[in-house]
């Protein structure tokens, strides 16, 4: 097993089927269907939109601090199996706050499964760009008092038509309470998503970043300054960004000497955990050894934490 990080995981898209019904029943909410087969087979999507209707649609299920805990502990024994010595962790606390979750229950939940787990964790407080940014300000401020669990802010949901700009301000204000950036750009939106993300949100990293590839001065600067991009595969071929997974940027961000590293996205809905992500490469891309030890390099090299401790990973 490739030791690895995961820097780009959504804790709400490790949701499985399985543990969806499990927890409808617990609480009382409804779904169309408990059936395991007819629930799978709405795990079919034709771009980020039709993925993002039935997260959203999903996520009712999640209701007390041992919903929370029993998701993310699920994710962390399955990240275990996959090799993940570090997991720096997406949330969306919009999405409990619109259904009546309070942040307190999010984040005692979330919190405690991360404390029992052997894999080095943190987490990445993610802003629903739709929602706009006077709705991220305020779920910043929110935040607040939950200040010291949390080492960063990204940026999730339907990329285009709503571009990093306009987060300046909340961006500015992560930074100056000491949190890290990154935000999702280039997934569906063009290379102007990923250049404003670094120009006018400073992030020190950028999510997804395929579409920068149809730029090569953007290229240049991207393996220039070593900006991580956390790329999933399995994700891009299941929204249809790219038609198969042959077709995938990948080899060519690596032959220009990207900073990239492999990630699940939302592992429940795209068809694997991070192991999955590096065997289809493997069987479906080529991808060579030397090239999987690059990308597991370069997951270490783009943690949120400081050198010693990358290096007791590398
Ligand atoms: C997401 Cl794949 C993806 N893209 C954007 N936002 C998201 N939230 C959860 N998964
Ligand atoms: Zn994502």
Redesign the pocket.
């Known amino acids: 097993m490739l030791p690895t990080a995961e820097l780009h995981i959504?804790i709400?898209?490790t949701l499985e089927p399985e543990m969806l019904v499990e927890l409808a029943a617990r609480n009382g909410v409804g779904l169309p269907t408990s059936d395991l087969d007819e629930l799978r087979a709405k795990y079919d999507f034709t771009d980020?939109q039709s993925?993002?209707d039935l997260?959203y649609a999903n996520l009712p299920v999640l209701r007390t601090d041992q919903d929370f805990y029993d998701l993310t502990s699920a994710y962390l024994a399955r990240a275990e199996r996959a090799g993940v010595r570090r997991a720096e962790i997406?949330f969306?606390p919009q999405v409990h706050l619109n259904n009546d979750v309070p942040l307190g229950a999010v984040f005692e939940g979330i919190g405690g499964a991360l404390r029992d787990s052997p894999i080095s964790t943190d987490l990445i407080l993610?802003f629903l760009r739709d929602l706009g940014p006077d709705a991220a300000a305020e779920t910043l401020r929110k935040a607040m008092p939950y200040r010291e669990r949390f080492i960063g802010v990204g940026l999730?949901?339907?990329?285009v038509g709503h571009p990093p700009a306009p987060f300046a301000e909340v961006y500015q204000r992560a930074a100056a309470e000491g949190l890290h950036r990154v935000a999702?750009a280039g997934?569906e939106g063009g290379p102007d998503y990923v250049r404003d993300a670094l120009d006018v949100l400073g992030v020190e990293r950028i999510?997804?970043g395929i579409r920068a590839m149809e730029d090569p001065e953007l290229v240049a600067r991207l393996r220039d300054e070593q900006i991580p991009l956390t790329v999933?595969p399995l994700?891009n071929v299941a929204?249809r960004t790219v038609d198969k997974l042959s077709d995938h940027v990948l080899p060519a961000m690596l032959d220009e000497g990207l900073a990239v590293c492999v990630n699940s996205?939302?592992p429940a809905y795209?068809g694997g955990y991070v192991d999955d992500n590096f065997a289809a490469l493997r069987s479906e891309l080529g991808i060579t050894e030397e090239q999987l030890a690059t990308l597991a390099r370069n997951s270490f090299d783009a943690c949120f934490v400081d050198d010693e401790r990358k290096s007791a990973w590398k």
């Open positions: 959504h709400e898209g980020l993925f993002l997260y997406f969306d993610c999730d949901s339907a990329e999702h997934e999510d997804h999933c994700s929204l996205d939302d795209f």
